[in-house]
């Protein structure tokens, strides 16, 4: 039989590519995860994982620093949104490029110039809490300011005239319109910024002066030492961010990714 | 009156704090990289010395050149495999395109550390040791999603029956999809390729997972240096100013023409 040409076959490089660099690894961490040293099947790992209070009170201090940042960033970014989104200004998109624009440099040069901001006021090594968060804040607020954003500019403006029309002052509208309304942008915002904030250990390597452990570093130091436990720490995780991405229903915001359509 | 000129007042001096804080990190930066110093705080004459020591480095023109050809190809390749790979996800049957693009969301979804682990291991388990292709894949692994993601709203928004009427007309399939179909989702495939090259150009944790020994680029580089510092001197480290201030400057300027000629465009058009 001859094989005949279909669109459908186009997708079979990509499928394959999947395949093998992203599906069997997963499936490899899989392995390891539920195997000990000698590869025999064992749940260890997860109940060493579960039982152990150094392990989860990394994991709480690691969530908690990802919890204020994405706080801090949401109190900031949103204002922000709201007064670009609903300024009248001609020029309003050139501002929300200003604040994409420094996204663009190289993440790790970026880090480093806040690492000498911070170094010539005399704080390195010495608040690495507050640096790290500072830095999260500072790397993943483009994040959150272009969903809200683009939700917030969606939003009709009849409704805020009927709203006005109909007594409400600006906080009740502010509370019985724009915040439902805008509800979806602040969910793709808030996801887009805690995993990083969880992960992302550059950040507070640079700017903690490698005292602060957060849940990604913790899981680069068993990549040295213990692939096994490594592999468990990076299932969990893996899982938790499956579960929440189908709970927000997918990842389904791609104009918000980087502010690539701007 | 006075209170709405008050509240207008208020909002721009906020957008104008915020941008402040943005900016002033990479400002810092610029304003010492045309300085004699190697210490930001301590007063120096104006001179090029950085730029000269970031042009006469061979090892730091060497990390810059790797940088730049690694987020080409990469973004090259990705771009290929994810159009591609979209057009035929396209076509296929709901629940088996339901499958797939959940699979490809997995990369950009999951964090960037468990990428990178899974790959490092998966590598070392099936005995194949860094190089420069395990360093290629594990970019195209971060970059070809997002191309997909930029791809797929554009064939959705694609009139069918023009494809079908290339064939009626006697165009071979292949043909078709070349003439009809690709410059109708043309824009997705270039701000896909665009991501692509950024999302390569920014990356550190996939690249330290899967380089080989001794090949940097700029993240891998700059972390190095000034997380293990003894091996650089200050005018290295120095230096890393006179490059954040050049890629800003160049990304200021595309930004600018971008926006400028995007909307003399748009204008045109009306």
């Not at chain 1, 109909?166 to 439902?180: C, D, E, Q, S, W």
Request: hydrophobic letters at 55%; one cysteine or more.
């Amino acid at each position: 039989m001859k094989l005949r040409f279909s669109r459908k076959t186009l997708c079979i490089p990509y499928a394959v590519f999947l395949l093998f660099f992203v599906i069997a690894p997963m499936l490899v961490i899989v392995f390891y995860a539920f195997t000990d040293k000698n590869n025999h099947v064992s749940f260890t790992n997860f109940l060493q994982f579960f039982s152990d209070p150094m392990k989860l009170s990394t994991i709480v201090y690691s969530v908690v620093i990802a919890l204020i940042t994405t706080v801090i960033c949401l109190l900031i970014a949103y204002p922000v949104a709201c007064i670009l989104a609903r300024s009248k200004m001609k020029r309003k998109h050139i501002i929300l490029l200003l604040f994409v624009t420094p996204m663009w440099i190289n993440f790790v040069l970026r880090v480093n110039a806040i690492r000498e901001l911070i170094n010539w006021i005399g704080l390195l090594g010495e608040t690495n809490y507050a640096n790290t968060v500072f830095g999260m804040v500072y790397d993943f607020l483009p994040f959150m300011i272009l969903p809200l954003y683009t939700t917030i500019s969606k939003i009709d403006n009849s409704l805020y005239e009927a709203s006005a029309d109909l007594g409400a002052n600006a906080a009740t509208t502010f509370f019985r319109v724009t915040l439902p309304l805008s509800f979806s942008g602040i969910i793709s915002g808030i996801t887009m910024v805690f995993l990083p904030s969880m992960t992302n250990y550059v950040v507070s390597d640079m700017l903690g002066n490698s005292k602060i452990t957060i849940i990604g570093k913790f899981i680069e130091t068993y990549f040295g030492t213990d692939w096994h436990m490594g592999s468990m720490i990076a299932l969990i995780l893996l899982l938790v961010v499956l579960v929440t991405s189908v709970l927000t229903g997918g990842f389904k915001s791609e104009e918000s990714v980087r502010g690539a359509n701007l | 009156m006075k209170k709405k000129i008050a509240i207008k007042c208020l909002k721009a001096a906020f957008i104008g704090l915020v941008l402040l804080l943005l900016y002033a990190p990479i400002l810092l930066l610029a304003v010492y990289s045309f300085s004699s110093t190697n210490t930001i705080g301590t007063s120096g004459s104006f001179s090029f010395a950085h730029y000269k020591k970031l042009f006469g480095d061979p090892v730091i023109l060497t990390m810059i050149g790797n940088t730049l050809l690694l987020a080409l190809l990469a973004a090259i390749l990705s771009t290929i495999l994810g159009t591609t790979g979209a057009l035929g996800m396209y076509y296929l049957k709901r629940r088996q395109k339901a499958f797939l693009n959940g699979v490809s969301q997995i990369p950009v979804v999951n964090a960037e550390i468990v990428t990178a682990l899974a790959l490092a291991i998966a590598f070392v388990s099936v005995g194949i040791s860094k190089s420069y292709f395990t360093l290629l894949i594990g970019h195209m692994v971060i970059c070809t999603p997002f191309v997909v993601l930029s791809v797929l709203p554009k064939l959705k928004q694609m009139d069918n029956s023009l494809y079908e009427a290339a064939l009626d007309l006697g165009a071979n399939p292949a043909k078709a999809l070349f003439r009809v179909v690709l410059p109708q989702i043309i824009p997705g495939v270039v701000s896909g390729f665009m991501l692509a090259v950024t999302l390569s150009l920014d990356d550190y944790i996939v690249t330290s997972y899967t380089k080989p020994a001794g090949f940097d680029t700029i993240s891998t580089y700059v972390f190095n240096a000034t997380m293990k510092g003894n091996a650089h001197t200050a005018e290295t480290l120095a230096s890393f100013w006179a490059l954040t201030t050049l890629i800003f400057v160049i990304i200021l300027a595309v930004v600018l023409v971008a926006n400028f000629s995007g909307r003399r465009k748009k204008e045109a058009k009306k």
